[in-house]
């Protein structure tokens, strides 16, 4: 009965790669969002989608794609990874784009070498 | 442009002990805060938050946190710590704007001892 989920839950991957996390919520929500936590626990908020419209698009390299097919789910792609972006990624949900609490899935952790 | 500070970085305490944690925010207007844990190696959970009205808000396992609007501040508190508290602790705050957009501070690792 996971609200949101991950996967995967770890990434390990080579410099100049492209890969993709998958993050799914079974919440019934309208709004999702990915955030990134840096080595320093520093959370920051990257996208967010409402009903599958993009509406939250920090200052974000364009390496960074994020894809919502459904309402559902919101995955992140990125191209051409760097060191600097290993990280652990958060996908999040909420009810609406108004003001309510996110729920948290349990997060990726990427790590590029 | 909106911001949380926390700034207890790393407490150290003993069971039994009082806790409070320290958030300051700014923004003028209408706000929405939030506190948030990790425990280790798992994903944040919602201790509690405030939207409006009473400013002493409750939240789960014995936390609360009180919103005081002169001074910014959103502190955490818990009357006695358990080992089991041991994690790190995000405040964060939704200002104005259409979107649920959260700011979060660099967070508080409290590790309770035995």
């Known amino acids: 009965d996971t609200a949101v989920s991950q996967t995967p839950k770890y990434l390990v991957t080579q410099m100049g790669n492209d890969k993709s996390i998958k993050c799914e919520q079974n919440?019934?929500?309208?709004?999702m969002y990915w955030y990134k936590q840096d080595s320093k626990k520093f959370l920051k908020i990257m996208f967010s989608?409402?009903?599958?419209?993009?509406?939250i698009n920090e200052t974000v390299p364009n390496r960074f794609s994020p894809k919502s097919p459904d309402k559902a789910h919101l995955n992140l792609h990125i191209n051409s990874l760097e060191l600097g972006d290993s990280a652990v990624y958060f996908c999040?949900?909420?009810?609406?784009?108004?003001?309510?609490?996110?729920?948290f899935g349990p997060g990726t952790r990427l790590t590029v070498t | 442009a909106q911001s949380v500070s926390q700034h207890n970085h790393h407490v150290i305490l003993s069971e039994a002990a009082s806790l409070e944690l320290g958030c300051n925010y700014s923004?003028?207007?209408?706000?929405?805060l939030f506190w948030y844990v990790q425990y280790p190696g798992q994903h944040l959970q919602l201790l509690l938050k405030?939207?409006?009205?009473?400013?002493l808000v409750k939240g789960i396992k014995g936390f609360e946190a009180e919103f005081i609007k002169s001074k910014f501040s959103f502190n955490l508190r818990k009357p006695s710590v358990q080992w089991s508290d041991t994690a790190e602790y995000f405040c964060?705050?939704?200002?104005?704007?259409?979107?649920?957009?959260?700011?979060f501070g660099t967070g508080t690792l409290l590790a309770v001892q035995p």
């Open positions: 999040a949900s909420s009810p609406s784009h108004r003001n309510y609490e996110q729920y």
């Open positions: 919440l019934g929500h309208d709004t």
């Open positions: 989608y409402n009903n599958k419209e993009l509406i």
């Open positions: 923004y003028g207007g209408t706000v929405n």
């Open positions: 405030y939207f409006s009205g009473d400013p």
């Open positions: 964060a705050v939704k200002g104005g704007g259409a979107t649920n957009k959260l700011i």
